[in-house]
């Protein structure tokens, strides 16, 4: 069953007086508990797909279908109780949240806004969405620049969850996170994926992440689709010039391994 | 508690500190100490000061006790600038936000309005608003925050424009919050900062158009205000100086503190931010 269908998507942008294609004739279909890797340099619209299709910005062509429904469609109030289904995790973790604000009231948001819980038992569901992502619960009443990037970067996770999303899209998730971090942040990713059957749109530079979580992958260059299809095929035997160059710049997949 | 010790830092907060609290002191104290009118007549007219030890600054034209007036007149200086700054930072604060974060044909009205009143002196404006809706200590109040809210609504605005590019913006809306929320409760908090930094210049010209307006007789005339009392003194400034050199010298001292106060304030907030 396809979550997401996106169709000859694009969107142009100036640069310099000059227009040109951040995104140009994009489509891709991500299907239910799917994971769908974005690679490509940068500059080749990667995180410009991603506001697209959470419509943070509006495309200039093309068609979103989100669970079987025009996304394009929406707006106003109905717009803002889809996005209940449809989560975004950014990549830096500190500056994906409010200055101000503790883990608290980052995760009582998304329930109060979505009416998921009572004023009475969004304390119980936050203490639950935390530990659900690995954290204590009485790391609630901490200031979000209290935590660690590790512990924020679940924090973050744990807010894309309250919602209980068909779909969340990712954009560097783990990139700012050292790598021991890295691992578990991707171990949690996976093991949510199992229990709630979500699936994600996954954007990295890195081959080494998208091997071990993602099951198809698109490369990416100056706003085109370069390449397509099963990850470790793609990334052991890439067929375009941006592909052999990425995979040419990871190290970690040059060498043999067991 | 750290953050007064920070504040205190500088002799320049200490003394801007001290002048406002004994202001304070002296707007609270003036009923207890010099209860009933101090409009009221107590002694001999054109008494001098240091004369007799019940009117130690001397009385007025008719009689008035002068300090009984000054103490008095600190209230409505105080309560007036205040409540002055404090619209002004309201109006200015919620106008920049909403023409910041919503941009477009919003942003373009919004700011076109406060250009429009930036083109106007701002006591031109409040001479105009008391003069025509009558004085009294509301429309004082209203007609100076009337001039005084563009500073705040111009820093707001550029403050907002930054802040809504950031990813916590972007956030906020893909968990569906509504907009106006996230104008005025994740992003206007968090553009104050300079915003505030404005409240000492607008709470001293606050202080000093209200003295202007005094003056110009176009204050409440039922109270006591430091401007009206210059005004008074100045048929007899030949003879009797001290009646408008006395409140003159009230006035420059409150400016003077506003200012230095502020300046501590922001001082200790960047000595903050550098910090961290």
Avoid: C
């Avoid at chain 2, 104290?29 to 130690?56: C, H, N």
């Avoid at chain 2, 109040?141 to 609504?153: E, H, K, N, S």
């Amino acid at each position: 069953m396809t979550v997401l269908a996106v169709s000859n998507l694009a969107k142009r942008y100036r640069r310099g007086g000059k227009p040109f294609a951040a995104v140009d004739d994009v489509s891709f279909e991500i299907g239910r508990a799917e994971t769908l890797a974005l690679a490509g340099p940068s500059g080749s619209g990667k995180s410009t797909i991603a506001r697209l299709v959470l419509r943070l910005i509006e495309p200039d062509a093309g068609r979103i279908d989100f669970e079987g429904a025009d996304f394009l469609a929406l707006s106003g109030a109905a717009l803002r109780a889809r996005r209940a289904r449809l989560q975004m995790v950014f990549q830096d973790p500190l500056a994906a949240f409010n200055p101000r604000a503790t883990v608290a009231r980052v995760l009582d948001d998304p329930l109060r806004i979505h009416n998921i819980a009572s004023r009475a038992e969004r304390p119980r569901r936050i203490a639950a969405l935390l530990e659900r992502v690995g954290l204590d619960a009485s790391l609630a009443s901490r200031a979000i620049h209290e935590i660690s990037g590790g512990q924020r970067q679940r924090v973050a996770i744990a807010r894309a969850i309250a919602t209980r999303p068909s779909l969340i899209v990712l954009d560097e998730a783990v990139s700012a996170l050292d790598v021991s971090v890295r691992g578990q942040i991707l171990e949690l990713l996976l093991d949510l994926q199992r229990q709630e059957r979500i699936a994600y749109l996954f954007i990295s530079h890195d081959l080494g992440v998208i091997r071990a979580v993602a099951h198809r992958i698109i490369v990416l260059d100056s706003g085109r689709v370069a390449e397509s299809g099963d990850a470790r095929a793609v990334i052991a035997n890439p067929q375009s010039a941006i592909g052999k160059a990425l995979v040419a710049a990871t190290p970690r997949l040059t060498r043999s391994r067991p | 508690m750290n953050r007064l010790r920070r504040f205190l830092q500088t002799p320049e907060a200490i003394a801007g500190a001290i002048i406002l609290a004994l202001l304070i002191v002296m707007a609270l104290a003036a009923p207890l100490l010099f209860p009933g009118d101090p409009q009221a007549i107590a002694g001999p007219a054109l008494l001098p000061p240091f004369q007799d030890l019940s009117l130690p600054l001397g009385t007025d034209r008719l009689g008035r006790d002068v300090l009984a007036e000054l103490f008095h007149g600190a209230r409505t200086s105080l309560a007036v600038g205040l409540a002055a700054a404090a619209a002004a930072l309201l109006i200015g604060s919620v106008v920049g936000t909403l023409a910041g974060f919503a941009g477009g044909l919003v942003d373009d009205v919004l700011m076109r309005i406060t250009d429009a009143f930036q083109t106007v002196p701002g006591f031109l404006l409040a001479l105009a608003f008391v003069s025509i809706v009558g004085p009294s200590l509301g429309v004082v109040v209203a007609a100076i925050a009337l001039g005084a809210w563009t500073g705040p609504a111009r820093v707001a605005r550029a403050e907002v424009l930054s802040i809504r590019e950031r990813d916590y913006v972007a956030g906020a809306r893909v968990i569906g919050m509504h907009p106006l929320e996230i104008a005025f409760r994740e992003v206007l908090p968090n553009a104050l900062p300079p915003v505030l930094a404005l409240s000492s210049v607008i709470v001293a010209a606050a202080i000093l158009t209200e003295a202007a307006l005094s003056f110009l007789g176009l204050g409440d005339p039922n109270r006591v205000t430091w401007g009206g009392m210059i005004a008074e003194g100045r048929t007899v400034l030949r003879t009797a100086p001290f009646l408008s050199v006395v409140p003159g010298i009230a006035l420059v001292l409150t400016v003077l503190g506003v200012y230095l106060a502020g300046e501590g304030v922001v001082e200790s907030t960047a000595v903050r931010r550098s910090l961290s």
